[in-house]
């Protein structure tokens, strides 16, 4: 499952939400994997999230692999969602 | 006197004895412990598990204190799981793959233009630290010599330093790098400790072991001063003065004497200083602290905690004050041109009023204590005090309709802080249940002085008239009704406005803490009625 989400928190994605998307991300078997311009990480590394140095603005490519793809996928889009308002 | 200048960090003015801090590495102690012998993989991965361990037990205990803490836990596991590769797949001892993953990680971040990201090699630096000196022997705790009241100078601070500190002993720390987005920095905001940082080399000129003022509010420090800058200083003592006792006047008038306080710690503190109760809990803090609004669940659990620690007192709630000079870190409000006269206080809560009801629902839920009062903050007008009760009246019959209990006596009171609620004292005095009067924002709207601009300062004068007329207005309004009035702002807590209050009719102060015992001791050598 894919998505373009486009980051809206005015902080960007800064490390404690950074944490809270890691964690999230590993409770899932599924893979999440981020892209931003030339880089791509999976969301489980917290190191990983915060080296896209994702700002508002940033666009950012979602995608979701995995048996239980459609539950992660959805709490993820949540999460982006949650962060922006 | 002499002053350095840097960036202001955290605020607050204070006054105390340098202690500093030197660069610090591995003692030769902990090098020493370093195995000389042939490398075994198991050994080492074995040793770096159970450091790794120590680290996280650390970090877990403090996760209350801040959100920082569980961000460090997520970056721990994931340097953890590389040094553990390194040593298995490079074959290094665990101290050398502890240090070849902070330079590699350190290096990536540092290489960023964002300073935000920049500033997170920070965090690897401070975990990758607590790794090493859990490997070895660790080191001593270095400010174990801080004498009470101590203005720390460093370098740099991490995040893991505070858990070493003694912060009773805190008043304030001056740093010579460091930015305002580092975790130091937020934490020190968080609990409200004065920094100043990137002072940079001027920080070598501040004497070890001597008394100077700090001002984290404009990023200053003086040496050298005049005795007159430290009696004008609100003392900020880092260890408050206890006074358990009632405090009369010497004709046997009984002041109430409350405190105010911004977190569970400071209401604990303030009850245990003898505070008659807490006159403003001010609720910016859990806002603050988060990435984003918090639920009704964490609210309600705060304001529970803050109810059972008063002892049966009474609790006097401020719903979220923010705008003006505090501003949410995720704030979904485009910044005001003027933001002292934009969307603040009661305004932001009418204008985003779903935030505004599940502040209010999780007070109520936390009221059943039966000691619990709410007030709104910047009220103008009886229309807008009028829809902030609606709403409260709108989440009472929501609980009641769910079964949730809560306190069917608790009806909201305000804060007078406007010179609109001034003139129509006595029309809020009709609606709302008791009055607080915030001497700050009222003095700096009735002089048109802004009591944080440098130019004006001196001007920002609660002594003025127009503000003591003011004070008189709205008491005499409120005995007139018979509602309750107190004063909350600074001039609550200035001893020499102790007597003016009385004079003026106030019954009822609420102060910082530290100045509790200060302000039951002018008003025991007062006399009211004086024949």
């Known amino acids: 499952m894919e998505a373009i989400i486009v980051l809206e928190a005015s902080n960007g994605l800064h490390a404690r939400p950074a944490a809270e998307l890691a964690a999230m991300a590993k409770r899932f078997k599924s893979n999440i994997i981020l892209t931003a311009g030339t880089k791509e990480v999976n969301a489980r590394n917290i190191l990983s999230l915060l080296t896209l140095g994702l700002k508002q603005g940033s666009v950012i490519n979602l995608r979701v692999e995995g048996d239980d793809c459609e539950a992660a996928f959805e709490e993820v889009t949540r999460f982006f969602e949650h962060i922006g308002q | 006197m002499r002053k350095i200048v840097g960036t202001p960090a955290s605020s607050g003015k204070v006054s105390g004895k340098t202690f500093r801090i030197g660069q610090r590495s591995l003692s030769g102690e902990g090098r020493r412990h370093l195995p000389r012998e042939p490398f075994i993989e198991e050994v080492e991965t074995g040793r770096f598990v159970e450091a790794s361990s120590i680290v996280h037990d650390r970090l877990s205990a403090h996760l209350e204190e801040s959100n920082i803490f569980a961000a460090h836990l997520e970056i721990l596991d994931n340097i953890s799981q590389q040094v553990i590769t390194r040593i298995q797949e490079g074959a290094l001892n665990a101290l050398s793959a502890v240090e070849a993953t902070r330079s590699e990680i350190c290096a990536l971040f540092e290489d960023m233009d964002d300073e935000y990201l920049r500033s997170r090699a920070d965090d690897i630096e401070d975990l990758c630290r607590q790794l090493s000196f859990a490997l070895t022997d660790g080191e ?19 995040v893991s330093d505070t858990l070493l500190i003694d912060k009773t002993k805190l008043a304030g720390i001056a740093l010579r790098n460091g930015s305002k987005t ?3 920095a937020i934490l020190a905001r968080e609990q409200e400790i004065p920094l100043v940082l990137g002072i940079g080399e001027e920080i070598d000129s501040i004497p070890d072991r001597e008394m100077v003022i700090m001002d984290g509010d404009r990023g ?13 200083l609100t003392v900020r003592s880092s260890r408050s003065e206890q006074d358990m006792n009632p405090a009369f006047t010497g004709d046997g008038v ?29 609720t910016e803090f859990i806002f603050m602290n988060g990435d984003d609004f918090p639920d009704e669940d964490q609210q309600y659990a705060v304001y529970h905690a803050c109810a059972s620690a008063c002892e049966g007192k009474s609790l006097t709630i ?18 005001d041109e003027n933001p002292l006269l934009g969307i603040r206080g009661i305004r932001f809560s009418l204008l985003y009023n779903g935030i505004f009801k599940v502040q209010l629902r999780a007070i109520l839920r936390a009221s059943t204590l039966g000691n619990i009062r709410v007030m709104f903050p910047m009220i103008t007008s009886p229309e807008e005090f009028q829809a902030a009760t609606s709403l409260l009246d709108e989440c009472k019959s929501e609980l009641r309709n769910e079964g949730v209990p809560f306190d069917e006596k608790l009806r909201p009171g305000m804060m007078v802080e406007t010179p609109a609620s001034v003139i129509l004292a006595s029309d809020f005095a009709g609606v709302a249940d008791f009055f607080s009067i915030g001497t700050n924002d009222l003095t700096q709207y009735i002089l048109a002085v802004d009591r944080n601009n440098p130019y004006t300062e001196g001007a920002c004068d609660y002594f003025h008239r127009a503000v003591q007329k003011s004070l008189l207005e709205v008491v005499t309004a409120a005995n007139a009704a018979g509602i309750a009035v107190s004063v909350c702002g600074e001039m609550g807590s200035d001893p020499q406005a102790t007597a003016l209050l009385l004079a003026l009719g106030v019954r009822k102060l609420s102060v910082s803490t530290n100045q509790i015992a200060r302000i039951k001791e002018q008003i025991r050598s007062q006399v009211i009625n004086k024949e």
């Open chain 2, 140 to 158: 001593v705790n270095p400010f174990t010599p801080m004498e009470e009241q101590t203005i720390l100078i460093a370098d740099n601070l991490l």
């Open chain 2, 182 to 184: 580092s975790h130091i």
């Open chain 2, 220 to 232: 200053e420090v003086f040496i050298d001063f005049e005795e007159e800058m430290l009696s004008a």
């Open chain 2, 254 to 282: 009984q002041i109430e004497v409350l405190a105010n306080a911004g977190n569970l710690d400071e209401v604990k503190e303030a009850i245990a200083c003898g505070a008659d109760g807490i006159g403003l809990l001010r």
């Open chain 2, 318 to 335: 401020r719903t979220l004050d923010i705008g003006a000079d505090k501003q949410l870190p995720y704030s979904i409000l485009a910044v």
